[in-house]
């Protein structure tokens, strides 16, 4: 069976870039079937964030995407001493190795190597300073360094002792990396990628607060898991290799791994809150759907090799295949994303559009207003709320703007008039409240406008744009017929009066 996981470190919110390698790890495994899990790394305890784990969790679900153990995920703090016992296990096998060196130490030779414009690494000091028998720890005879007694008096007090006992604080565990030849790796996206395993550092994999790095526990719990692919951004491929090795050395089967391409700001450089990219709750605060968002995120990098552009999950999941991922990096769009809530907001039932809103207003909105907001124009739920109760406010405008620019005041000021003069003479009825319509209809109130137009000799742009500035305040607005439904005819009128008044 098909299994992926999706495996954040708990450092603050799930953004947009850990979100979609959820996504798409999820999609992957529900089209074959399969079965998709959360994992938790937290053994950089520096970087933890608290609260981390709950956000993480919430923000999957609000988006939809349910793990299998979505009620107690896997927490690598948990699992210290399954880490601690397979690295002393390489360690036994001659695959791993203690090492002692102190920090100073590995400083200077980081200094050394800049000034010899060398590229940074360890440079194996301890790579065959200890020879482990079984649970024994003895100098081997190729070392020369005569520390290496205080070494291993740090070590072990005995010759009798479990290497698991030994005491964090004094030696890290790295894995033996091949001094030469080819590292191959079998890309899902990318195909066949080399790496030289002589640029290849032996990398700490038991740190010395006995807490595991990412890459032994990676692979250890992607074993025990029975993960069968691995799909992670493709800042995590350099590491590939050494995990490669890792399961060589355990005798594992490994998994096929998948690097997405990275997504990168309009600019083409490195995405974040300039370009707009923020974390998924804060999209679900601002007023976006999970549909928009689910949408958005699919077209960072997948293509559907159709015209299709609207997906529900479902659909997302009969469809995906890892075959139709871009190789080249994905561009983040703040207006593609507005594009696609727009639309999601527009397709919402009214009664549940008022409900979203209404979390954004300081009193209930009318189902008028709903109507409004559902015509479009509006990226999401905040700013058509912020609209809704700005149009609520008298509007604060210049008197200049009521003129068209094909327009003149004596025009502007007729058009006004006409207009003010013929709803008040009309059989409509005077609606009050929001939510009285009756009479006061845009069907109505557009052959109003129009034949102030016709019967005054006028152009549209005499009537219809003063009529509109007057109502909103704005240069661009709704229509002034939807302005003049939601405000209602007194509203309108008292509206109009002002503009009138502001003309002189």
């Not at 030849?181 to 990318?190: A, E, F, H, M, Q």
């Not at 995405?271 to 999970?290: D, F, M, N």
């Not at 009285?436 to 052959?447: H, M, S």
């Given at each position: 069976?098909i299994?992926?996981?999706?495996?954040?470190?708990?450092?603050?919110e799930?953004?947009?870039?850990?979100?979609?390698?959820?996504l798409f790890?999820?999609?992957?495994a529900?089209?074959?079937?399969?079965e998709?899990y959360?994992?938790?790394?937290?053994?950089?305890?520096?970087r933890l964030?608290?609260?981390?784990i709950?956000r993480?969790?919430?923000?999957?679900?609000?988006?939809?995407?349910?793990?299998e153990?979505?009620?107690?995920?896997?927490?690598?703090?948990e699992?210290?001493?399954i880490?601690k016992?397979?690295?002393?296990?390489?360690?036994?096998?001659?695959?791993?190795y203690?090492c002692?060196?102190?920090?100073?130490?590995?400083?200077?030779?980081q200094e050394a190597q800049?000034k010899?414009?060398?590229p940074a690494?360890?440079?194996?000091?301890c790579r065959e300073?200890?020879q482990?028998t079984?649970?024994?720890?003895?100098?081997?005879?190729?070392?020369?360094?005569?520390?290496?007694?205080?070494d291993?008096?740090l070590?072990?007090?005995?010759a009798?002792?479990k290497l698991?006992?030994?005491?964090?604080g004094n030696?890290?565990?790295?894995m033996?990396?091949p001094?030469n030849?080819?590292?191959?790796?079998?890309?899902?996206?990318?195909?066949?990628i080399?790496f030289?395993?002589?640029?290849l550092?032996?990398?700490i994999?038991?740190?010395?607060d006995?807490?595991p790095?990412?890459?032994?526990?990676?692979?250890i719990?992607?074993?025990?898991?029975g993960?069968?692919?691995?799909?992670?951004s493709?800042e995590w491929?350099?590491s590939?290799?050494k995990?490669?090795?890792l399961?060589q050395?355990?005798?594992?089967q490994?998994?096929?791994?998948?690097?997405?391409?990275?997504?990168?700001g309009?600019?083409?450089?490195?995405?974040?809150?300039?370009?707009?990219?923020?974390?998924?709750?804060?999209?679900?605060?601002?007023?976006?759907l999970?549909?928009?968002?689910?949408?958005?995120?699919?077209?960072?990098?997948?293509n559907?090799?159709?015209e299709?552009?609207?997906?529900?999950?479902?659909?997302?999941?009969?469809?995906f295949?890892?075959?139709?991922?871009?190789?080249?990096p994905?561009?983040?769009d703040?207006q593609?994303?507005?594009?696609?809530?727009?639309?999601?907001?527009?397709q919402?039932?009214?009664?549940?559009?008022k409900k979203?809103?209404?979390?954004?207003?300081?009193?209930?909105?009318?189902?008028?207003?709903?109507e409004?907001i559902?015509?479009?124009?509006?990226?999401?739920?905040?700013?058509a709320?912020?609209?809704?109760?700005?149009?609520r406010?008298?509007?604060?405008?210049d008197?200049?703007l009521?003129?068209?620019?094909?327009?003149?005041?004596?025009k502007t000021?007729k058009?006004?008039?006409?207009?003010?003069?013929?709803?008040?003479?009309?059989?409509?009825?005077?609606?009050?409240?929001?939510?009285?319509t009756?009479?006061?209809?845009?069907?109505?109130?557009?052959k109003i406008l129009?034949?102030?137009?016709?019967e005054?000799g006028?152009?549209?742009?005499?009537?219809?744009?003063?009529v509109?500035?007057?109502?909103?305040?704005?240069?661009?607005?709704?229509?002034?017929?939807?302005?003049?439904?939601v405000?209602?005819?007194?509203?309108t009128?008292?509206?109009i009066?002002r503009?009138i008044?502001?003309?002189?």
């Amino acid at each position: 069976m098909i299994k992926t996981r999706f495996a954040p470190s708990p450092t603050g919110e799930l953004h947009l870039g850990g979100a979609r390698t959820a996504l798409f790890a999820y999609l992957y495994a529900k089209n074959r079937g399969g079965e998709f899990y959360l994992r938790i790394e937290d053994t950089d305890r520096d970087r933890l964030v608290a609260g981390s784990i709950e956000r993480i969790i919430e923000s999957l679900n609000w988006m939809g995407i349910e793990a299998e153990n979505a009620g107690k995920p896997i927490i690598q703090s948990e699992r210290l001493e399954i880490y601690k016992k397979e690295a002393f296990s390489l360690v036994r096998a001659g695959k791993a190795y203690i090492c002692t060196c102190s920090k100073e130490k590995l400083a200077r030779d980081q200094e050394a190597q800049i000034k010899a414009k060398k590229p940074a690494r360890y440079e194996g000091h301890c790579r065959e300073k200890f020879q482990v028998t079984s649970n024994k720890i003895q100098v081997n005879s190729k070392c020369t360094n005569p520390n290496v007694q205080k070494d291993l008096e740090l070590l072990c007090k005995t010759a009798d002792f479990k290497l698991e006992d030994m005491k964090e604080g004094n030696y890290v565990i790295r894995m033996k990396m091949p001094e030469n030849g080819k590292i191959i790796i079998n890309d899902l996206i990318r195909g066949k990628i080399e790496f030289d395993a002589a640029l290849l550092d032996d990398q700490i994999i038991l740190k010395s607060d006995g807490y595991p790095t990412y890459h032994l526990a990676s692979v250890i719990d992607d074993h025990l898991m029975g993960i069968t692919e691995v799909i992670r951004s493709d800042e995590w491929l350099p590491s590939t290799p050494k995990h490669q090795i890792l399961y060589q050395a355990f005798g594992w089967q490994a998994p096929n791994f998948a690097h997405l391409p990275m997504i990168l700001g309009s600019d083409r450089s490195k995405l974040s809150k300039r370009h707009g990219a923020t974390a998924v709750l804060e999209y679900r605060q601002a007023g976006y759907l999970p549909e928009a968002v689910i949408n958005f995120m699919v077209f960072l990098g997948w293509n559907p090799k159709n015209e299709q552009e609207f997906f529900t999950l479902e659909e997302l999941i009969r469809e995906f295949d890892l075959k139709n991922i871009n190789l080249s990096p994905a561009i983040f769009d703040q207006q593609k994303l507005d594009f696609y809530n727009e639309h999601y907001l527009r397709q919402l039932d009214p009664d549940e559009l008022k409900k979203r809103l209404d979390v954004f207003a300081d009193d209930e909105f009318s189902l008028l207003e709903i109507e409004l907001i559902q015509r479009g124009g509006y990226p999401n739920l905040e700013i058509a709320a912020k609209y809704l109760k700005q149009l609520r406010r008298k509007p604060n405008y210049d008197s200049e703007l009521l003129i068209f620019k094909k327009s003149d005041r004596e025009k502007t000021v007729k058009g006004l008039e006409d207009t003010k003069y013929k709803i008040l003479h009309s059989a409509l009825r005077a609606t009050m409240g929001r939510q009285d319509t009756n009479g006061w209809e845009a069907e109505n109130i557009q052959k109003i406008l129009e034949s102030v137009v016709s019967e005054g000799g006028l152009s549209n742009g005499d009537v219809f744009w003063p009529v509109r500035v007057a109502l909103s305040g704005e240069e661009r607005s709704p229509s002034p017929v939807e302005l003049a439904v939601v405000l209602g005819k007194k509203e309108t009128i008292e509206r109009i009066d002002r503009a009138i008044e502001k003309l002189g």
